[in-house]
């Protein structure tokens, strides 16, 4: 059902940019709401709250642009990473940046993928369009923070050692998406 999707929070300041990201994940039939934060400091309200506001549900993906007004988007993905509500929310840098440094820096402060922005809409569309099939689709998410189990946890520790030897019925990828024999 679409009132059980999770938010989609891009983090631009760019409208055409912005625009052209949600007509991509609406080319990709992405169902998810998206929220639209336009500078740093919008997203780290929308994600931890304000005095007067409360932090918003945690997103089912961040996509966060580095050149942002007010606070970078490097900063919000630190604060992303360094408190337990978020440490595991997906974080996909969507930049215009092609600079060494802000890909390592973005790698190295946490971000699970880095994509340049391609010049031409309809490479733009495409990009966006797998982004978001992968990430709301494809990809299995963690548990929020607060469901999570604990590393020590039986139950979890017989999940991975069944998920790594491929017992309980082989892999866990969907048959669709399963490799050519």
Request: aromatic content about 6%; proline content about 8%.
């Amino acid at each position: 059902m679409i009132e059980d999707l999770r938010t989609v929070l891009l983090v631009e300041d760019d409208r055409d940019d912005e625009e052209l990201t949600i007509r991509g994940l609406e080319r990709a039939n992405v169902q998810n709401p998206v929220a639209v934060a336009r500078d740093g400091q919008e997203a780290v309200d929308y994600l931890f709250g304000t005095d007067g506001q409360p932090p918003s549900p945690v997103p089912a993906v961040v996509v966060l642009d580095l050149q942002l007004p007010r606070l970078s988007g490097l900063e919000v993905l630190k604060r992303i990473r360094a408190d337990d509500r978020t440490r595991r929310l997906p974080v996909v840098i969507l930049t215009s940046s092609r600079e060494d440094r802000d890909l390592i820096n973005g790698y190295d402060h946490g971000a699970n993928s880095y994509v340049c922005k391609p010049i031409q809409f309809d490479q733009f569309a495409a990009a966006v369009a797998q982004l978001g099939v992968y990430w709301l689709i494809i990809n299995e998410q963690p548990p929020p923070a607060e469901h999570a189990l604990p590393p020590d946890c039986h139950g979890y520790k017989a999940f991975r050692q069944a998920t790594r030897s491929g017992a309980g019925g082989g892999s866990r990828a969907p048959a669709a998406l399963a490799p050519f024999a």
